[in-house]
C-alpha cells in the first residue's frame, strides 16, 4: 500500500521516472542513491583542456545526442565560461540527467581562474579533459596544470572518481598515427595522472574520438558516466 503512494507521488511530479524510483527502492540502498544522480539531479562533471580541443563541441554533443557535429562551428568561450543548465542525455542505454555547470574557455590565463573556480564549485564526480594533436607543449602544460589542481583542491577533489582523457580529432590524426603513438608525447603525464589515480582513489582513463564526426564519441561517454555513477552498471 505505501509502495503504491509513493509511485502514484512520484508518477505525477516525474512521469515514468517515478515508477522507476519505486523499483529502485524495492532494490535497494544504492540503486535509490544512483537513481537520485542519474535521473534528477544529474551527474557533476566538467570538461577542461587547451583551447579549440572541442570542449564546447563536446558539451553540445551531449545536449543534443546527434551523431554529427560537422557543422556546429562555436564561437570562443569568453571569460568566466558560460553556464550550463542540467539537460537528460541518452548515454548507453538508458537517459542520464548531466550536470556540467559551466563551459570553460582554453586560454592559459582562464587555467588559474576559470578552471580553478569552475572544480571548486561544480565539485565533479567526473573530469573529462580533452587533448588533440596540435600544440604539443602548451597542451602538456594544461594536462600537469589539471593534475597539479586535482592534487591541490582537497575538498574539490574527494567526491572524483574518474578522469577521462579524451583525444580528440581523430579523424584528423588516426590516417597517420595512432593512439598509442600519440600519446607518446605524454608519457611522464600519464605516468604521473595513474600515479594520482591510485592514490586519491579515482580512475583514469584514455580514449580517442573524433566529436565532430561522432566516432568512439558514444563509447567513450558511456564508460565515463558509467565510472562516475553511484552503482556501475
Do not use: C
Request: charged content about 25%; aromatic content about 10%.
Amino acid at each position: 500500500m505505501m509502495f503504491n503512494i509513493i509511485d502514484q507521488v512520484f508518477t505525477a511530479i516525474f512521469g515514468r521516472t517515478g515508477k522507476d524510483f519505486v523499483n529502485a527502492l524495492a532494490r535497494g540502498a544504492d540503486d535509490v542513491y544512483d537513481f537520485v544522480y542519474v535521473r534528477v539531479l544529474g551527474l557533476p562533471f566538467i570538461v577542461l583542456g587547451a583551447r579549440q580541443t572541442g570542449k564546447t563541441t563536446l558539451i553540445e554533443w551531449l545536449r543534443q545526442n546527434v551523431a554529427s557535429m560537422d557543422d556546429f562551428s562555436p564561437a570562443p568561450t569568453p571569460p568566466g565560461g558560460d553556464a550550463v543548465g542540467s539537460f537528460t542525455s541518452f548515454i548507453g542505454d538508458e537517459s542520464l540527467r548531466l550536470k556540467p555547470t559551466r563551459d570553460v574557455g582554453g586560454e592559459y590565463e582562464m587555467w588559474e581562474t576559470d578552471w580553478v573556480e569552475l572544480f571548486r564549485e561544480a565539485r565533479p564526480r567526473g573530469i573529462i579533459f580533452m587533448i588533440d594533436h596540435t600544440d604539443l607543449l602548451k597542451q602538456k602544460d594544461a594536462f600537469n596544470f589539471l593534475m597539479n589542481l586535482i592534487e591541490e583542491e582537497k575538498e574539490s577533489q574527494r567526491g572524483l572518481r574518474a578522469v577521462l582523457v579524451l583525444v580528440n580529432k581523430s579523424d584528423l590524426w588516426l590516417k597517420t598515427t595512432s593512439l598509442d603513438k600519440l600519446m607518446n608525447g605524454y608519457s611522464n603525464e600519464v605516468k604521473r595522472l595513474h600515479n594520482q589515480a591510485e592514490r586519491l582513489g579515482y580512475k583514469a582513463m584514455i580514449q580517442s574520438s573524433s566529436v565532430a564526426t561522432g566516432v568512439g564519441v558514444r563509447d567513450a561517454m558511456s564508460v565515463f558516466f558509467n565510472a562516475i555513477r553511484p552503482n556501475a552498471r
